[in-house]
């Protein structure tokens, strides 16, 4: 697909502004309540939504490694600025946790969240990359982890084999930036609408949060 709409992701401003756009709309608005851990001025509330990242397609045949720890800041954060966020595969291997990008979309109704459903499996198949996708009536919840993946091995241990354990790849940091460009379209032309999520500002957090303790160096 070329023809993907233009610019970084443009659901909000800022979270005040996705919750007044939340609110004029006809969609239930659910203030974030923040847990008992999490300072609402933290600077780990990204309130303002951050240019989506490019990253190039990887070939299909080629090993693919877990992001590292810089990749978190680049990569992730700017859409967990657009509220994607972490979640748990069940299955953890050799105790390596296993984590997936989220994120709930929704729209204007059943027909158009269809429409979202038919684009995005085009965009698997252009991607060789498949995510799990549950319609749910006017929404669209998308999670995607990597199936075939490398932990990175540290400078210090070059001998050692790479494990193989499914994970977060840059495969789909750039699935997940395409989803949300697609999703942008449908929000132009009225087909989608913007939902902040219940405990955004939480949710941002301790996505980061897991992630920095899963890849603590660069090559975690
Ligand atoms: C060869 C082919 O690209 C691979 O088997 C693909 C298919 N789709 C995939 N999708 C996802 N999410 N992870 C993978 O590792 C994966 N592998």
Not at 69 to 96: A, K, Q, Y
Not at 110 to 134: C, G, K, N, P, W
Request: net charge negative.
């Amino acid at each position: 697909m070329d023809e993907l709409p233009s610019g970084a992701c443009q659901a909000a401003a800022t979270l005040d502004d996705a919750i007044t756009r939340s609110k004029s709309g006809s969609n239930e608005y659910h203030r974030p309540s923040l847990s008992n851990d999490i300072i609402p001025d933290s600077p780990d509330v990204q309130k303002f939504v951050l240019e989506l990242p490019e990253v190039a397609r990887i070939p299909t045949k080629k090993r693919t490694f877990h992001l590292d720890h810089e990749d978190l800041e680049t990569h992730v954060r700017p859409l967990l600025s657009c509220h994607w966020h972490v979640g748990r595969i069940g299955n953890v291997v050799d105790d390596l946790q296993v984590f997936s990008l989220n994120k709930l979309f929704s729209f204007k109704n059943f027909r158009s969240a269809v429409e979202f459903f038919d684009a995005l499996a085009a965009i698997q198949d252009e991607e060789e990359h498949h995510a799990r996708v549950t319609v749910d009536y006017a929404h669209v919840y998308v999670s995607t982890h990597t199936h075939v993946a490398y932990q990175r091995i540290s400078d210090a241990d070059s001998d050692a084999k790479p494990i193989k354990v499914p994970g977060l790849t840059a495969r789909d940091i750039r699935f997940a930036v395409k989803v949300e460009k697609l999703h942008e379209g449908f929000l132009d032309d009225g087909r989608a609408v913007t939902k902040v999520p219940v405990d955004a500002a939480s949710l941002q957090v301790w996505s980061m949060g897991q992630l920095r303790r899963r890849y603590p160096t660069s090559h975690g």
